[in-house]
């Protein structure tokens, strides 16, 4: 499965981004999908997750109640809502799919596909 990260931007604080992952090869609507982002000089973190079904949500501590992950199977998309946009969550963000169907993995070498990232720039 081929995955392209799209929709990121520059952005002030307190604003919304609303980011998307589009699949094709595979049947990606049988894949978790996860949201990851990446800053200058930090690792990559874990900051949502959607099973395959989209009913099973993850979210990293540091985006609970701001952000919500979702997937429309019709055109093979994953998004990721960001609100109330902070400069912290400056970064390039990835999505991620993995076959695995148990709980929602926050492990970057658990996934098997990566896309490209979207960076994301929130002002101050």
């Known amino acids: 499965v081929q995955l392209q990260a799209s929709g990121g931007g520059l952005v002030q604080a307190g604003g919304s981004l609303r980011i998307s992952c589009a699949a094709s090869?595979?049947?990606?609507?049988?894949?978790?999908v996860g949201w990851f982002r990446q800053a200058p000089g930090s690792d990559r973190e874990f900051v949502a997750g959607i099973n395959w079904s989209g009913y099973s949500k993850d979210y990293a501590d540091f985006v609970k109640g701001r952000f919500t992950i979702s997937r429309d199977k019709a055109d093979n998309r994953v998004y990721l809502q960001m609100n109330n946009l902070k400069p912290e969550d400056t970064a390039t963000y990835y999505c991620?799919?993995?076959?695995?169907?148990?709980?929602?993995?926050?492990?970057?070498?658990?996934?098997?596909?990566w896309g490209r990232g979207t960076l994301v720039t929130v002002s101050s």
């Open positions: 991620a799919a993995t076959v695995w169907v148990g709980p929602i993995l926050r492990e970057t070498g658990r996934y098997d596909y």
């Open positions: 090869g595979s049947t990606y609507s049988s894949y978790a």
